[in-house]
């Protein structure tokens, strides 16, 4: 969520599509729910986008090889723990067409052109024991990241760029907390 929102007042034409989307799917009538989800690609673009540049686990959990099989010409003996550094595959400019810039337009682009992102995206892993709780995550980060966007109108709290450094940790976290400006959207201020 403060990687999305980071991302989107540094980027306020996404902001923008973003917000149109929301009125013209939802309007400001009714707050968003989570049956709007499935009317709002572009919202969820923007959440893959992040999490293609700012993975919550970039080398997901550690997996142990239950016997020795070979990876990418290694062998690798049973009992080996592996990593897999899924932050290095979302942003390695071989796989991902400017993998620096946020431009959550490529997944339309892959959905009109029918191709998938198959392992070049996993922030929930993959397989066996990738995440159960990806479709939930994406329902719910989806619900509150659009109810912020039509509830608030969001702006940097100064004229310059929010700092996207990184912390450190198992987790990818920013250095420091995001600090942002915002006001209530006048047509929601009933609903809320
Ligand atoms: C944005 C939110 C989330 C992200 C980015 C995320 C990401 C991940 C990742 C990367 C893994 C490791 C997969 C692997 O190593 O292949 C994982 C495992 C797991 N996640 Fe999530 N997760 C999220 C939300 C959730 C939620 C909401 C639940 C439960 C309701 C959940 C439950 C689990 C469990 C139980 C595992 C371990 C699966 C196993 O080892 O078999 N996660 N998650």
Same mark, same amino acid.
């Given at each position: 969520m403060e990687w999305s929102l980071s991302l989107l007042l540094n980027h306020p034409e996404v902001l923008k599509k973003a917000q149109a989307e929301i009125e013209y799917q939802v309007g400001h009538e009714r707050l968003v729910d989570e049956s709007d989800m499935t009317q709002l690609p572009y919202l969820q673009s923007i959440i893959k986008e992040t999490l293609r540049m700012y993975?919550?686990?970039?080398?997901?959990?550690?997996?142990l090889a239950a016997s020795e099989c070979m990876v990418g010409g290694f062998h690798i003996p049973a009992g080996t723990?592996?990593?897999?550094?899924?932050?290095?595959i979302q942003n390695d400019p071989n796989v991902w067409e400017e993998p620096e810039r946020f +431009?959550?337009?490529? $997944?339309?682009?892959e959905e009109e052109q029918g191709t998938r992102n198959g392992l070049r995206l996993m922030p929930f892993g993959s397989g066996?024991?990738?995440c159960p709780g990806e479709g939930l995550a994406m329902r719910v980060v989806g619900l509150v990241l659009g109810s912020l966007i039509q509830c608030f109108y969001w702006e940097r709290p100064t004229i310059e760029k929010?700092?996207?450094? +990184?912390?450190?940790? $198992?987790?990818?976290?920013?250095?420091?907390p995001l600090l942002a400006k915002c006001r209530s959207h006048p047509a929601v201020f009933d609903s809320l």
């Open positions: 993975p919550l686990a970039p080398l997901l959990l550690p997996h723990t592996l990593f897999v550094n899924a932050w290095a +431009k959550p337009e490529r $997944f339309e682009e066996r024991r990738g929010v700092d996207m450094t +990184k912390g450190t940790g $198992f987790n990818l976290a920013r250095a420091q």
